[in-house]
Every structure is written in C-alpha cells, then in structure tokens.
C-alpha cells in the first residue's frame, strides 16, 4: 500500500478541484487579505507569499481527503456517496477520522474466478472457491500455518490445503 497507489484512489475531478482552490485562496490571500489585515500587512512581502501558500493548502488537502474518502470507500465496496457527504459536511474534519476508524478492509480477489469479494468471506459469492482455510471436520475458519483446529483440535495437514491465499486488490479503477 504505497502513497503512490493511495494517491491514485484520489479522482481526478477532486485533483483539479483542490488544485483550483489552492491557486484561487493562494492569490486571494496575497492581493487581498493579508495585505487588508493590519495585522499580517506589516510582514515583508516574502512573509506574506509564504503564508498565503501555507495556508491555501489547508483547504487543498481537506478537498484532497474528500476525494480519498470517496475512492476508497469504493474501492472497499462501502456506501462511497454516504461517506462522502458525511466527510463533506460533518464539522471538523469528524467524519473524515471516522471513516478512516470505521472503513472496511480492502476486498480480495477470488484465486479460482478472479471475481472481487470481501476480504472477510470464507467462500467466494460467485463460484463457491475457499478464500480461508477452513476446519476438514468443524468448517471454522483457520490460519494457513495451523497444524491444528483450535476449536476441534481435528488435525489440519498442509496438505489438504490445496487452496491459495487470496490476493489483494488493485486499486479502485477511476471514477465511473
Ligand atoms: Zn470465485
Ligand atoms: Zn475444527
């Protein structure tokens, strides 16, 4: 999960809106406000540019986690327009931490049909393949590198696990 592929969660529309708004504030601030502001319009010329760049960012990164919120929550196959709204309009940043606390793990690709199922599935949906290792004799889920079932104590020899582990998925293709 590098920043590079997070990035690309971001839509473009929410890359060109934040890049929009920071220019706009940026010059707003510098031929407007600070200068108005008796007490920023004593700064030096550099001071004031660097303070309008500082804090028209502000609002570029709050834009920028809007878009994140919106294309991760659709990746992970969750309410993507309820989390966005609710980013958008809770106050204080409330409802982009709670997204980040609340949002589902990332969907997994199904090894036999290659379908995208969520990660906590123990069958895919689509063709009935194992996603999770399960107990031969009680069917609950165990951990690749158990010898044992630690709800039957049944034995779980490796070669019975005939099933690969599923893979992560991409990420989420852009916006539709
Ligand atoms: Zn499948
Ligand atoms: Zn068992």
């Given at each position: 999960?590098?920043?590079?592929?997070?990035?690309?969660?971001?839509?473009?529309?929410?890359?060109?809106?934040?890049?929009?708004?920071?220019?706009?504030?940026?010059?707003?601030?510098?031929?407007?406000?600070?200068?108005?502001?008796?007490?920023?319009?004593?700064?030096?010329?550099?001071?004031?540019?660097?303070?309008?760049?500082?804090?028209?960012?502000?609002?570029?990164?709050?834009?920028l986690?809007?878009?994140?919120?919106?294309?991760?929550?659709?990746?992970?196959?969750?309410?993507?327009?309820?989390?966005?709204?609710?980013?958008?309009?809770?106050?204080?940043?409330?409802?982009?931490?709670?997204?980040?606390?609340?949002?589902?793990?990332?969907?997994?690709?199904?090894?036999?049909?290659?379908a995208?199922?969520?990660?906590?599935?123990?069958?895919?949906?689509?063709?009935?393949?194992?996603?999770?290792?399960?107990?031969?004799?009680?069917?609950?889920?165990?951990?690749?590198?158990?010898a044992?079932?630690?709800?039957?104590?049944?034995?779980?020899?490796?070669?019975?696990?005939?099933?690969?582990?599923?893979?992560?998925?991409?990420?989420?293709?852009?916006?539709?």
């Amino acid at each position: 999960m590098s920043l590079r592929n997070e990035m690309r969660v971001v839509p473009t529309l929410a890359w060109v809106l934040a890049i929009l708004a920071y220019v706009g504030i940026a010059i707003g601030l510098i031929v407007y406000a600070i200068p108005q502001t008796p007490d920023t319009a004593s700064l030096p010329k550099q001071g004031q540019a660097a303070l309008a760049l500082f804090a028209a960012a502000i609002p570029a990164i709050y834009i920028l986690l809007i878009g994140y919120v919106y294309g991760d929550a659709r990746r992970r196959r969750m309410h993507y327009i309820v989390w966005t709204l609710l980013a958008i309009f809770v106050p204080n940043v409330i409802g982009i931490i709670l997204y980040f606390i609340l949002r589902d793990p990332l969907p997994v690709f199904c090894p036999r049909c290659g379908a995208s199922v969520k990660s906590t599935f123990t069958f895919c949906p689509k063709c009935a393949a194992a996603l999770r290792p399960t107990c031969q004799q009680c069917g609950r889920d165990i951990e690749w590198n158990w010898a044992h079932c630690p709800n039957c104590g049944a034995a779980t020899p490796a070669g019975k696990q005939s099933i690969v582990p599923a893979t992560p998925a991409p990420p989420a293709p852009g916006p539709a």
